[in-house]
């Protein structure tokens, strides 16, 4: 195995050992101590372009290039392009397997630059391990569904401008039922204003999703078919599981701290809302939004 392999075969492990948050910045590090390289950029993006997407540089802060000069370099796809500034520096873009995304380069070197063959082949495999760091994040969120947790298993890894870096198969399935096209690169509706707002919920179409802040720059958002309790304000919610799990008027007071008068009240709000009329047909709809029945994930 030559020196070159090696390299590749770390940044692999990179991608299933570390924290998919911090597998950038590790593996540019890596690359720049085994190639000679003395800065690089990496930025990835959507197809479109329209908006930046996410930015790295090493060493950290260092920076030559912003996001705006990165996604204005005239690149194909296989073809370098030299960077201007008299450092030997050159530029490159590599799209990512079974994806719309493309990522760019910029790089400087110490003492010459490796041979184009061998930095094209390394870049590469950066790339494909990047997006296995971040799918190997979202199938844990999977396995948690597997192993019962009906809440999990439908996420996407996204940014504020609504480029997906990273998704379940089950999140592009409902995606694809409702906007024809399960392959998607970007949302196809913006994210609301204040992600954190209403914890985060909202609803599109027959969807119902839920926005999680990771980094502060990405976020986890998990999708699912909108329920019957949707319509239901937080407490109400709390109120109706209770109710439903065969807690009496009392204990659902006692629990929440508040009169008894006031869970009636609630439970007569509830019951109006979700058009039913037995304390049975609540159980119901609880057990069917648990996923009892459908298998449906909720967010």
Same mark, same amino acid.
């Given at each position: 195995?030559?020196?070159?392999?090696?390299?590749?075969?770390?940044?692999?492990?990179?991608?299933?050992?570390?924290?998919?948050?911090?597998?950038?910045?590790?593996?540019?590090?890596?690359?720049?101590?085994?190639?000679?390289?003395?800065?690089?950029?990496?930025?990835?993006?959507?197809?479109?372009?329209?908006?930046?997407?996410?930015?790295?540089?090493?060493?950290?802060?260092?920076?030559?290039?912003?996001?705006?000069?990165?996604?204005?370099?005239?690149?194909?796809?296989?073809?370098?392009?030299?960077?201007?500034?008299?450092?030997?520096?050159?530029?490159?873009?590599?799209?990512?397997?079974? %994806?719309?995304?493309?990522? #760019? /380069?910029? +790089?400087?070197?110490?003492? $010459? =630059?490796?041979?184009?063959?061998?930095? @094209?082949? *390394?870049?590469?495999?950066?790339?494909?391990?990047?997006?296995?760091?971040?799918?190997?994040?979202?199938?844990?969120?999977?396995?948690?569904?597997?192993?019962?947790?009906?809440?999990?298993?439908?996420?996407?890894?996204?940014?504020?401008?609504?480029?997906?870096?990273?998704?379940?198969?089950?999140?592009?399935?409902?995606?694809?039922?409702?906007?024809?096209?399960?392959?998607?690169?970007?949302?196809?509706?913006?994210?609301?204003?204040?992600?954190?707002?209403?914890?985060?919920?909202? %609803?599109?179409?027959?969807? #119902? /999703?839920? +926005?999680?802040?990771?980094? $502060? =720059?990405?976020?986890?958002?998990?999708? @699912?078919? *909108?329920?019957?309790?949707?319509?239901?304000?937080?407490?109400?919610?709390?109120?109706?599981?209770?109710?439903?799990?065969?807690?009496?008027?009392?204990?659902?007071?006692?629990?929440?701290?508040?009169?008894?008068?006031?869970?009636?009240?609630?439970?007569?709000?509830?019951?109006?809302?979700?058009?039913?009329?037995?304390?049975?047909?609540?159980?119901?709809?609880?057990?069917?939004?648990?996923?009892?029945?459908?298998?449906?994930?909720?967010?």
């Amino acid at each position: 195995m030559d020196s070159t392999d090696r390299l590749i075969r770390a940044l692999y492990a990179l991608a299933v050992e570390e924290d998919w948050a911090q597998f950038r910045m590790l593996a540019l590090g890596r690359v720049c101590g085994e190639l000679g390289i003395s800065e690089i950029v990496w930025t990835t993006q959507a197809s479109d372009q329209a908006h930046p997407g996410e930015f790295t540089s090493w060493p950290a802060g260092r920076g030559s290039l912003n996001t705006q000069q990165m996604m204005a370099l005239p690149l194909k796809e296989q073809a370098e392009s030299a960077l201007d500034g008299g450092r030997g520096g050159v530029a490159l873009r590599q799209p990512h397997h079974d %994806s719309r995304l493309s990522s #760019r /380069f910029a +790089l400087w070197f110490k003492n $010459g =630059r490796p041979p184009p063959e061998q930095l @094209r082949r *390394v870049i590469a495999h950066l790339v494909e391990a990047g997006a296995l760091a971040l799918q190997h994040f979202i199938q844990a969120d999977e396995r948690l569904s597997r192993w019962g947790r009906t809440s999990r298993g439908t996420a996407a890894m996204v940014d504020r401008h609504g480029t997906v870096y990273a998704a379940s198969r089950a999140f592009r399935e409902l995606l694809g039922a409702e906007f024809g096209d399960p392959q998607l690169d970007r949302l196809p509706f913006a994210l609301p204003d204040d992600p954190g707002g209403e914890r985060g919920a909202f %609803s599109q179409g027959t969807l #119902r /999703f839920r +926005l999680v802040a990771t980094d $502060g =720059r990405r976020f986890l958002l998990y999708a @699912r078919k *909108v329920q019957a309790l949707d319509g239901l304000s937080p407490r109400e919610q709390e109120i109706a599981r209770a109710l439903a799990g065969g807690k009496t008027l009392k204990s659902v007071a006692r629990q929440y701290g508040i009169a008894t008068s006031t869970v009636a009240n609630h439970a007569s709000r509830i019951y109006r809302k979700l058009g039913i009329y037995r304390r049975e047909e609540l159980f119901e709809l609880i057990r069917s939004a648990s996923g009892r029945k459908s298998g449906g994930g909720a967010a």
